[in-house]
């Protein structure tokens, strides 16, 4: 299925959704700490939700049970958040969250650093962000989708990180997940038309790098919601949700 086209009234729509997960998200970093939980930035982030006259998107979303995904070190993505959950001085913690205004979804993700954390931890953490600031840069008006997913993959591999490849960004919109998948990464073996889409102002992309330590092999946890790195080496994401525009593209969750 082709991308959906947003009309005005949606991308304000939008705008505002992501608009309130990004400060969202800004709220939870001044929360992150050692000794706080993942339930209580959990809390956070439901309640700003709410107060902000939105919904939490994950909370429910195919039976998850908490409003954002709370992945810490080698957990790369679909963490549950839970009282048991603590932040230790040196963690990674990855928030991804989304939330949905009058029928339409904005998604974003950080990684934040608990306390001071090693340089490798910092280099994997900064050159995670800046590969999703690749791909925003190559998006825009009459490229093709295919571009986007090289500028992630290139950033990654010539710094010696590998890209989770199991997991990709998507389109978003009133879904949290809608044509087209965003893959961070490029392979023959995928087909063609998984990448030859030609951006069109009026699209709306969740674009996710997951950059690995070690391998880009992950597996899931026995509550068949968290995934870690199979070699228990360290994971970060970043994620916004763009719109493409005649001029290039807006970040919708960048506050």
Same mark, same amino acid.
């Given at each position: 299925?082709?991308?959906?086209?947003?009309?005005?009234?949606?991308?304000?729509?939008?705008?505002?959704?992501?608009?309130?997960?990004?400060?969202? #998200?800004?709220?939870?970093? =001044?929360?992150?700490?050692?000794?706080?939980? %993942?339930?209580? #930035?959990?809390?956070?982030?439901?309640? *700003?939700?709410?107060?902000?006259? /939105?919904?939490?998107?994950f909370k429910g979303y195919r039976k998850f049970p908490k409003s954002i995904c709370a992945s810490?070190?080698?957990?790369?993505? *679909?963490?549950?958040?839970?009282?048991?959950?603590? #932040?230790?001085?040196?963690?990674?913690?990855?928030?991804?969250?989304?939330? %949905?205004?009058?029928?339409?979804?904005?998604?974003?993700?950080?990684?934040?650093?608990?306390?001071?954390?090693?340089?490798?931890?910092?280099?994997?953490?900064?050159?995670?962000?800046?590969? $999703?600031?690749?791909?925003?840069?190559?998006?825009?008006?009459? !490229?093709?989708?295919?571009? !986007?997913?090289?500028?992630?993959?290139?950033? /990654?591999?010539?710094?010696?990180? =590998?890209?989770?490849?199991?997991? !990709?960004? *998507?389109?978003?919109?009133?879904?949290?997940?809608?044509?087209?998948?965003?893959?961070?990464?490029?392979?023959?073996s995928i087909p063609r038309e998984n990448y030859e889409y030609v951006l069109r102002p009026g699209?709306? $992309? /969740?674009?996710?790098?997951?950059?690995?330590?070690?391998?880009?092999?992950?597996?899931?946890?026995?509550?068949?919601?968290?995934v870690i790195t199979k070699d228990r080496k360290l994971s970060a994401h970043f994620e916004h949700?763009?719109?493409?525009?005649?001029?290039?593209?807006?970040?919708?969750?960048?506050?």
């Amino acid at each position: 299925m082709a991308p959906i086209i947003k009309d005005a009234r949606e991308i304000e729509l939008m705008r505002r959704a992501g608009r309130i997960v990004g400060e969202g #998200l800004k709220l939870l970093r =001044s929360h992150v700490k050692p000794g706080v939980s %993942t339930e209580e #930035l959990d809390a956070i982030f439901e309640k *700003h939700v709410r107060d902000s006259g /939105a919904k939490p998107t994950f909370k429910g979303y195919r039976k998850f049970p908490k409003s954002i995904c709370a992945s810490i070190n080698e957990e790369v993505v *679909h963490g549950i958040p839970s009282s048991s959950r603590v #932040l230790k001085e040196g963690d990674l913690v990855k928030l991804d969250a989304g939330a %949905t205004y009058e029928g339409y979804v904005g998604d974003s993700a950080v990684t934040i650093p608990v306390g001071k954390v090693t340089a490798e931890a910092e280099k994997l953490l900064r050159t995670t962000r800046e590969s $999703l600031e690749a791909a925003i840069q190559a998006a825009g008006p009459g !490229v093709k989708l295919s571009a !986007v997913s090289r500028a992630v993959q290139e950033y /990654a591999e010539e710094r010696g990180y =590998s890209v989770v490849k199991k997991y !990709v960004g *998507h389109g978003i919109g009133r879904d949290l997940h809608e044509d087209p998948q965003v893959p961070n990464f490029v392979d023959p073996s995928i087909p063609r038309e998984n990448y030859e889409y030609v951006l069109r102002p009026g699209i709306c $992309l /969740a674009i996710e790098p997951m950059l690995n330590l070690g391998t880009d092999d992950v597996r899931t946890l026995a509550d068949d919601w968290t995934v870690i790195t199979k070699d228990r080496k360290l994971s970060a994401h970043f994620e916004h949700t763009i719109l493409i525009t005649p001029e290039g593209r807006d970040v919708l969750t960048r506050v």
